[in-house]
């Protein structure tokens, strides 16, 4: 996966735009950061998970997915490996991480509003 790849996938997610966080490209949903690419290098991404979503991905694929260092990692936030990480994997933890932070209007990943 590259970092290209990856921020397509995270663009594609409803009302997600790109913008910048402390020198490092970031995806959000309204206001809120769901993603970020480069830290702690270019060989990284991160996807905001809860801590029990971010159990499940470490236990499944412990190859791609590492807690952010420090504690930040404690809270959900989760680096992706890029290198490492499929298409269909990383679609289903920016999914996870947009649903995490999307208004609860607009929380369907397929942009469907919620009746």
Do not use: C
Not at 53 to 64: D, G, H, K, M, W
């Amino acid at each position: 996966m590259s970092s290209a790849r990856f921020r397509k996938a995270a663009l594609a997610l409803p009302e997600a735009i790109e913008g910048a966080h402390q020198g490092h490209a970031d995806f959000r949903v309204g206001k809120r950061i769901f993603a970020t690419l480069g830290y702690p290098d270019d060989s990284w991404g991160m996807v905001k998970l809860t801590p029990e979503q971010q159990a499940v991905l470490l236990e499944a694929e412990p190859e791609i997915f590492r807690p952010v260092p420090g504690g930040w990692g404690k809270h959900g936030n989760t680096n992706v490996r890029l290198a490492r990480a499929d298409a269909k994997t990383l679609h289903s933890a920016l999914t996870m991480a947009w649903k995490n932070v999307a208004p609860k209007s607009s929380a369907s990943p397929r942009g469907k509003k919620k009746p």
